[in-house]
């Protein structure tokens, strides 16, 4: 997705919804770097280096600012925390007409899986795990 395609969903009237989860980081590059490369980071953080959400848990670090920026285009958003807010910002994002970005910060430490590495058929699917345990 990119910052456009808000304005076409909001000048359109389309009635698109956007579950966005966002961890802060270059989300399957991480996932390849803990998996692979034992956890060697190469630039793929995104958010403010000097004040990084997942440590500060300040919602002013989180970085950058879905919500304003989908405001910006006249597509309503929300942004969710707490899992335990999860519900209802969904039920409000199915209950509002036309367009809507609902953020969901996540761990970057989460994998998505299953996932089968490059170079490898589905007979290597990986399934399990956070890659910390073998490399």
Known sequence: MNCQE????AIEKL???VLLLNNQHL???VQWEDRFYKANRAHTYLGKR?????????EN???PDFVTMSKAF???????IKKADLRGAIREMLDTEGPYLLEVMVPHIEHVLPMIPGGAT????ITEGDGSIEY
């Open 27 to 29: 989300g399957m590059v």
């Open 15 to 17: 009635n698109i919804k």
């Open 122 to 125: 589905f007979k290597d699917i």
């Open 6 to 9: 808000l304005a076409t969903a």
């Open 74 to 80: 006249g597509v309503p958003a929300r942004r969710v």
């Open 50 to 58: 000097e004040a990084e959400w997942h440590d500060t848990q300040d």
């Open 61 to 63: 670090d989180i970085y």
